[in-house]
C-alpha cells in the first residue's frame, strides 16, 4: 500500500513539474505559440522515464497535452503534440539505456557522447517532426514557417535533455560513494555558486559593457572547470542549470551576446551554446571521476599488496646499483634467520648467507634482470644456525632517462615448506602409483625405505616384516649405516624399541639411543658401530594386526620431530596397502589355480563323458541303420529300427547340449560368422523333425528368405532345441508352426505350438539352466533342463534376444528370436548340382571298439564299398600301407598309438587317402588338433550315415 502511495506522489509530481515547466518554456514562444526555443520537460520527461519506468508515459502524454491545449490550438493538436512528446522521451530513454549506460549515462565520457547522440539529437526529431506536423496538417501553421517551427523546436528539446537531464538525474541519483559534494566543501561551494552567478549576470546581463558586445561568453567555462575538478559531474550540471537560467533571462530581454538578432534567434545560439558548455563540462568532470577511480584502485591495490607481503611472511629489497647499497625489509631480515636491523647492506654480505652452490646462479639471474628487465628464480640460504631454506625471489629494473639500470627492487618469499610438502607429496603419489602399477612387494618397500631416508633426513631406515619361521620381524629391505649383525637381527614383542613398537601399536622414539632404558645391553651395538643417536620406530598396522616395523635412524645429534612422524606414518600406511595388495594377490592367484585346475578337470570329466557316451552311441546308431536296410518288409524291425535311431539322435543331442552349455558359460564358445538364409535352414531343420506320415505332431512352416549373418551350425542347434522342445512339450496331434519374417532391420524367427503352455511363475525362468516344466516322478518330457539355456546363449552370442510367450496353462507357447538382419543379401552362388550315387570305395577302419567296429563295417558293406579294418594304431597304419585306401575312418582314442599320430603316418605313406576322423571327442580344439594332424575331415559319433555316404562320394 506505501508502494503505491509512493509511486502516486512521484507520478503526481512529474506531471505538476511538467505542467510549470512546459508553461514557463512556451512564455519564450516567438516563431510559434506551441514551439519554443526553452523546453525544459523535455530532460523531465527523460529522466522520469529513465527512473520511473515506462509506465510513467500516460504522466507525461497528460502534462504535454495540458500544458499545449491550455495556450494554443484545439484538442487534436494537442494530442498529436502530446503523442509526440511522450514518444520522444520513450525513444530517448531506450537508446540511451541500450547504449549509454542508462541511468549510469553520466559517469564515463564515453557515456556521455553516446547520451547527446541518442537523446539530445536523435530522439528529440520524434516530437519536433510529430508536432510541426500535426500544425502544418491542422492549419495551425504555414508550410512556409514549418523549417524555422522545427528548428527551434528540435533545439529546445535538444537543450532540455543536456541541461535539464543531467540535473536531475545526477541529483536524484544521490552522490555517489567517495565523491566530493558541496556539503564535504561548503564554503568552496558557496563561493563557486556565487562566482558563477556574477560571471553569468555579467556575461548575460550586460553589466560589462565595454567593449561593446565583445564575446565574452567564455567567461562562464572557468568556474564549469573548477566545479568538474573539485566536485563532480553532480555539482557541475547544478552550476550549469544556474548559469543557463541567468542566460535565457538576459537573453530573452534583449541582454546579452545573444541578443544581436531577434528574440528567438538569440535564443537559439544560447541553447547551442549551453549545450556545447553542457558536453564540454560533463565530459571532463566524468574523465575526472574516471581517472579518480583508478587511483582510488591503485591506492587500494597497494594497500592490498602490502598486507598480503605482511600476511604472507614475505619480504622486500631494493638495490642501488650506483652506490651498491642493498635494503633488506625486516621480514625478509628475518627469512634469513637474522635480527631486524643487522643486514650489512652489501652484495658481498648477501652472497655469504647464500648457499655455495647457488650463489653462480644468483649472479645470472641479476644480469637477466638487468638485460630483460626482470627475472626470478628459487635459490637456498644457510642461517646463521646452519639450517637450509629454500628461497623464491623476483627482481624487476628501473632504468634513468638515458636508459642506464639504475635500481633492482624485489621480493622474496620462504618456500621451504612448499618445497617439502612437495617433495613429500611426489613421493607418496610415487609410492601409491608402485602399489597400484606394481604386485612386488619388495620394489614398494623399497621405494619407501629409501623415501623415508630422504624425506626426513635420516642417516638410515629399514623395513621389518615377520620372518616365516621364527615368526619375528626381521630385516627385509635397508638403506644407510647399520652394525654387521643387522640382518641376523630378530625383533620379538616387547624387546627393544621395536618390541615396544609391536605392543603399543604406536610410534616410538628416541632422543638418546644408547642411554634408553628400554634398549637392551645386547642392541647398544648399533650405536657403537654406526654412531646412532635418535632413533624412530613407526609399527606397520593391517588392521588390528602388527604386520611390521619402519625404522629410522639419525647419527647426528638431531631428534625427530613431530612432521618426522608424520611422514613415517603415511609411509607405513602405504606399506600396509602393499602387505594387503601382496596378500590378496596370492589369495587369488590360489584360488584362480584351484578354480582353473577344476575348470580344467571339469572340461577333461565332461570331455571323457561326452567320449564314453558317444562310442556306444555310434555302435548303436550303426546296427540301426543296418537293421533299417536289412528288415525288408518286417514292419515291426524297421518300426524298432527307427525308434533306436531317434532315440540315439535325443541322447546325442543331450550329449552335445551338456557340453556345448559349460563352453558357452565359460565364455568359450567361437562363432564362424556367414551370410545364412533362416528360411533355408528352418526348411531343413523342421523337415528333419517333421518324419514321415503319420508322425505324432503337424509341423507348418511359413518362411520368406531372410539373411543373417550368423554361424549356421550353432543357428541349426537353436531352431533343432526350440523344435525339440515343442515336439517334447506338445501331445500328439498337435500343431507346430514354424515361421520367419523380416520385421525392420530385425530377423524374426516364432516356433509356436499348442502343446501344454507355460506356467506364468515359470515363465520368467524359462532360459535358466536347468528350469523344467514337469517336475512330477513321471517326467513324460525327459530332458535335463539345458536346451533352451543354451538357446539364449547363442542368440545372445549372435547379438539378438529370445523370449518366451503363452497364454496358459494347457494352451500353447510361443518361443520368438530375433537377430540383426543383413542389409543385402550376397550373391547367389551357382546353383547346387543333383547328388550322384556314390562309387565303390576301399575304406579302412580303424576302431578299438569291436561293436562299432563291426557295425560300421555291415553298415559300409550296405553301400556297397570294399572295408579293411584295424583294432588298435599300429595294425591301422599297417593295414594302409598295405591296401592304400581310398578312405580311412580312425578313432581317437586308440590303444598304443592315438588316432592323430595313426593320421600323420598314414597321410605320409598314403598321400591320397581321405582321413575322417571318427571320435567322441567333439569340442572346437579337438576339431582343430584333427586337422592339425592331417585329417581331412572331423566327424563326432555317432554319426549320420547318409553325412557319411556324401563324404566318401566327394573323394574323387
Not at 467 to 489: I, N
Request: glycine fraction near 10%; include cysteine; charged fraction near 20%.
Amino acid at each position: 500500500m506505501q508502494g503505491r502511495a509512493v509511486r502516486f506522489a512521484a507520478a503526481l509530481g512529474v506531471g505538476v513539474l511538467y505542467f510549470v515547466a512546459g508553461k514557463l518554456g512556451l512564455a519564450f514562444a516567438s516563431v510559434h505559440a506551441n514551439a519554443t526555443a526553452v523546453w525544459p520537460p523535455a530532460g523531465i520527461a527523460l529522466v522520469a522515464v529513465l527512473l520511473l519506468g515506462r509506465g510513467i508515459w500516460p504522466v507525461v502524454f497528460a502534462g504535454a497535452f495540458f500544458v499545449n491545449v491550455s495556450t494554443a490550438g484545439t484538442v487534436l493538436t494537442s494530442l498529436g503534440i502530446a503523442a509526440g512528446n511522450t514518444l520522444e522521451a520513450l525513444v530517448g530513454a531506450a537508446l540511451v539505456e541500450r547504449f549509454a549506460g542508462g541511468v549510469a549515462a553520466f559517469d564515463r565520457a564515453q557515456d556521455i557522447f553516446k547520451f547527446v547522440m541518442a537523446a539530445a539529437l536523435f530522439s528529440t526529431t520524434v516530437s519536433a517532426s510529430i508536432g510541426v506536423g500535426t500544425l502544418v496538417l491542422s492549419g495551425y501553421a504555414d508550410w512556409t514557417d514549418a523549417g524555422a517551427i522545427w528548428l527551434t523546436w528540435w533545439l529546445g528539446d535538444a537543450a532540455g535533455d543536456l541541461v535539464v537531464a543531467p540535473f536531475l538525474l545526477l541529483a536524484l541519483r544521490g552522490k555517489p560513494p567517495g565523491a566530493v559534494g558541496a556539503r564535504d566543501r561548503p564554503l568552496e561551494a558557496v563561493l563557486l555558486g556565487g562566482i558563477s552567478a556574477l560571471i553569468a549576470t555579467g556575461v548575460f546581463r550586460d553589466l560589462i559593457t565595454s567593449p561593446a558586445h565583445y564575446p565574452l561568453t567564455f567567461l562562464c567555462l572557468p568556474p564549469l572547470i573548477w566545479s568538474a575538478f573539485r566536485f563532480g559531474a553532480r555539482e557541475t550540471s547544478a552550476l550549469l542549470v544556474l548559469i543557463a537560467t541567468i542566460a535565457v533571462g538576459g537573453t530573452s530581454a534583449g541582454l546579452g551576446p545573444f541578443a544581436m538578432m531577434s528574440p528567438n534567434g538569440g535564443l537559439l545560439l544560447l541553447q547551442l551554446f549551453l549545450g556545447t558548455m553542457a558536453v564540454t563540462s560533463l565530459s571532463i568532470a566524468a574523465l575526472i571521476w574516471e581517472s579518480k577511480g583508478v587511483e582510488r584502485a591503485l591506492r587500494e591495490r597497494d594497500e592490498r599488496l602490502r598486507l598480503s607481503l605482511e600476511a604472507g611472511g614475505l619480504g622486500t629489497w631494493e638495490w642501488m646499483l650506483p652506490t651498491g647499497r642493498i635494503t633488506w625489509s625486516p621480514s625478509l631480515e628475518v627469512i634469513h634467520g637474522l635480527a631486524p636491523g643487522t643486514f650489512q647492506g652489501t652484495l658481498e654480505a648477501f652472497e655469504a648467507a647464500m648457499h655455495p652452490e647457488d650463489r653462480e646462479r644468483l649472479r645470472a639471474s641479476v644480469r637477466a634482470a638487468l638485460e630483460r628487465g626482470e627475472d626470478r628464480m628459487e635459490y637456498r640460504v644457510v642461517r646463521p644456525d646452519g639450517a637450509v631454506r629454500w628461497i623464491e625471489g623476483r627482481g624487476v629494473a628501473f632504468y634513468d632517462g638515458a636508459g642506464r639500470p639504475e635500481r633492482l627492487v624485489g621480493v622474496c618469499a620462504d618456500v621451504t615448506d612448499d618445497k617439502r610438502a612437495d617433495a613429500r607429496v611426489t613421493f607418496l603419489g610415487e609410492i601409491a602409483r608402485s602399489i597400484t602399477s606394481s604386485l612386488d612387494l619388495d620394489t614398494v618397500l623399497r621405494r619407501v625405505v629409501e623415501g623415508a631416508q630422504a624425506l626426513t633426513g635420516s642417516d638410515s631406515a629399514a623395513i621389518f616384516l615377520p620372518d616365516a619361521e621364527s615368526g619375528a620381524m626381521a630385516s627385509r629391505h635397508s638403506v644407510g649405516p647399520w652394525w654387521h649383525g643387522f640382518e641376523r637381527l630378530r625383533i620379538t614383542p616387547g624387546r627393544g624399541l621395536g618390541g615396544s613398537a609391536m605392543i603399543s601399536r604406536r610410534p616410538v622414539r628416541t632422543d638418546d639411543y644408547a642411554s634408553d632404558a628400554r634398549v637392551p645391553l645386547d642392541f647398544h651395538v648399533n650405536s657403537q658401530e654406526t654412531g646412532t643417536v635418535a632413533l624412530m620406530v613407526v609399527p606397520v598396522l593391517v588392521g588390528s594386526e602388527v604386520a611390521g616395523l619402519l625404522y629410522i635412524g639419525n647419527r647426528a645429534p638431531r631428534s625427530f620431530t613431530d612432521e618426522d612422524e608424520t611422514i613415517c606414518v603415511r609411509l607405513a600406511e602405504q606399506t600396509a596397502v602393499a602387505i594387503q595388495n601382496a596378500r590378496l594377490f596370492g589369495q587369488q592367484e590360489a584360488a584362480r589355480a584351484e578354480a582353473e585346475a577344476a575348470n580344467r578337470t571339469k572340461d577333461e570329466f565332461l570331455a571323457m563323458l561326452g567320449h564314453e557316451l558317444r562310442n556306444p552311441l555310434g555302435a548303436i546308431s550303426s546296427a540301426a541303420h543296418v537293421l533299417s536296410r536289412t528288415a525288408g518288409s518286417n514292419n515291426a524291425s524297421a518300426r524298432a529300427s527307427d525308434v533306436i535311431g531317434r532315440q540315439v539322435q535325443h541322447l546325442a543331442r543331450i550329449v552335445d547340449d551338456l557340453l556345448d552349455v559349460s563352453r558357452v558359460v565359460a565364455g568359450k564358445v567361437v562363432l564362424r560368422l556367414q551370410p545364412v538364409d533362416l528360411a533355408e535352414i528352418v526348411r531343413r531343420v523342421a523337415t528333419l523333425h517333421g518324419g514321415p506320415a503319420g508322425a505324432r505332431h503337424v509341423i507348418s512352416v511359413h518362411t520368406t528368405p531372410t539373411w543373417v549373418s550368423a554361424d549356421p551350425t550353432r543357428l541349426e542347434q537353436v531352431l533343432t532345441n526350440l523344435l525339440a522342445n515343442s515336439v517334447k512339450y506338445t501331445p500328439p496331434g498337435g500343431e507346430i508352426t514354424v515361421s520367419v519374417r523380416r520385421d525392420g532391420n530385425q530377423a524374426v524367427l516364432a516356433v509356436r505350438d499348442t502343446g501344454v503352455g507355460i506356467r506364468p511363475e515359470l515363465l520368467p525362468r524359462v532360459f535358466e539352466l536347468f528350469v523344467q516344466g514337469d517336475r512330477s516322478l513321471e517326467r513324460s518330457a525327459g530332458g535335463l533342463g539345458i536346451g533352451l539355456t543354451l538357446v539364449r546363449q547363442l542368440v545372445e552370442l549372435h547379438g539378438g534376444t529370445v523370449e518366451a510367450s503363452s497364454p496358459g496353462t494347457g494352451r500353447g507357447s510361443t518361443f520368438t528370436v530375433r537377430l540383426p538382419v543383413l542389409a543385402a543379401p550376397p550373391d547367389a552362388d551357382d546353383a547346387a548340382r543333383p547328388a550322384t550315387p556314390a562309387p565303390a570305395r576301399r575304406v579302412l577302419v580303424v576302431e578299438d571298439n569291436d561293436d562299432a567296429r563291426e557295425m560300421l563295417r555291415n553298415l559300409l558293406h550296405l553301400f556297397g564299398h570294399e572295408v579293411h579294418e584295424a583294432c588298435d594304431g599300429a595294425s591301422g597304419i599297417e593295414q594302409a600301407r598295405r591296401v592304400r585306401p581310398d578312405a580311412a575312418l580312425i578313432d581317437i582314442g586308440l590303444p598304443g598309438i592315438d588316432g592323430y599320430e595313426v593320421a600323420r603316418r598314414i597321410r605320409a605313406d598314403v598321400p591320397g587317402a581321405r582321413l575322417v576322423a571318427l571320435t567322441g571327442y567333439g569340442q572346437p580344439e579337438d576339431r582343430e588338433r584333427a586337422l592339425a594332424a592331417g585329417f581331412d575331415v572331423h566327424l563326432v559319433k555317432p554319426v549320420d550315415p547318409e553325412q557319411l555316404q556324401r563324404l566318401l562320394a566327394a573323394r574323387t
